[in-house]
């Protein structure tokens, strides 16, 4: 699927932009309805993951809707938009990821008439977790236990900035994030400080493997587990995937949200700490 100029740097004004955008879907039949096969699926996603990077970000709300809301041309072209949005916005470790974008994907694609009481249940629940720990609002507070058996509450801990880390036993990935933390000298300068305190949480229910990992865990480090599946239970926070990382301030508001990658946590907390 081509668009109406390739290369960006073909566009010098705001008015070649401003069409550019505007033409953006033009080669897209959006009436082709169960044909939409006949469209290359990897092209598709390649033009859906570009679109978001260049719109821009105070017109991306109305932008995303009107797409979906030509997408409900048919219920295939809008199954066909709302998985390629989910990979693209929604996965864990897509680079496109931004849960802003999606919410105004799953509202627009909540109004179609296409979808009936048992095709909404899939994006309402979607919709339900990117709504929850958002970016410059409180986490979502919660009590956790304490290998002694004495609870704490997330909000309780005092910090300049606190590192929320939901891991599991034997995840590959949990010791490799864990590792990276541990040697990040970013960190460690904070900690040196006492301006910072990670908190890890086991939200399972295996508390004998807990307990048995917790010897590999840093001595520093506060963990805990969700020994009532509160968290899971009543779906305060989304651990689709494991392990999930959340940078907080000393008010607990969201800095960073469900994140993987340690180097975007240091280089916030050095832009944060070096003002």
């Known amino acids: 699927m081509k668009r109406p100029v390739e290369d960006l740097s073909q566009i010098t004004t705001q008015e ?18 169960e044909d939409v096969d006949l469209y290359d699926e990897s092209d598709l996603y390649a033009a859906f993951a570009n679109y978001v990077m260049v719109i821009p970000p105070k017109s991306a709300d ?35 990821r931004n849960d802003e974008y999606y919410q105004s994907v799953l509202e627009a694609m909540l109004e179609s008439e296409l979808l009936d009481e048992y095709d909404r249940i899939a994006p309402e629940s979607d ?3 990117v709504r929850q720990n958002r970016r410059g ?22 910090a300049e900035y606190t590192i929320l880390m939901f891991n599991n036993p034997g995840c590959e990935m949990c010791r490799m994030i864990i590792d990276h933390i541990e040697q990040s000298e970013v960190i460690n300068n904070l900690r040196k400080s006492h301006d910072i305190k ?31 599946q509160r968290i899971t239970t009543e779906r305060t926070y989304d651990l ?9 301030d000393s008010d607990k508001r969201v800095l960073i949200r469900d994140g993987v990658d340690v180097s975007l946590f240091e280089a916030a907390l050095t832009n944060l700490t070096t003002k």
Not at 16 to 33: A, L, V
Not at 77 to 95: G, H, M, T
Not at 240 to 248: G, H
């Open 62 to 96: 109305s932008l995303l809707r009107s797409l979906i809301h030509r997408a409900s041309s048919s219920r295939e072209v809008l199954d066909l938009f709302a998985q390629i949005s989910r990979d693209i916005l929604y996965d864990p470790n897509a680079p496109t």
């Open 137 to 158: 609002e409180p986490a979502n507070d919660f009590t956790f236990s304490l290998p002694d058996g004495s609870q704490r509450r997330l909000h309780s801990i005092k």
């Open 240 to 248: 689709k995937a494991i392990p999930s990382l959340y940078l907080l």
């Open 16 to 33: 070649q932009y401003d069409e550019y955008i505007k033409r953006y879907w033009d080669d897209f039949d959006f009436s082709i309805g």
């Open 127 to 129: 919709l339900h977790y």
């Open 198 to 228: 990670i908190i890890a949480i086991y939200p399972d229910e295996d508390i004998e493997a807990w307990r048995e990992y917790l010897s590999t865990m840093p001595k520093w480090w506060i963990c805990g587990h969700d020994a009532e």
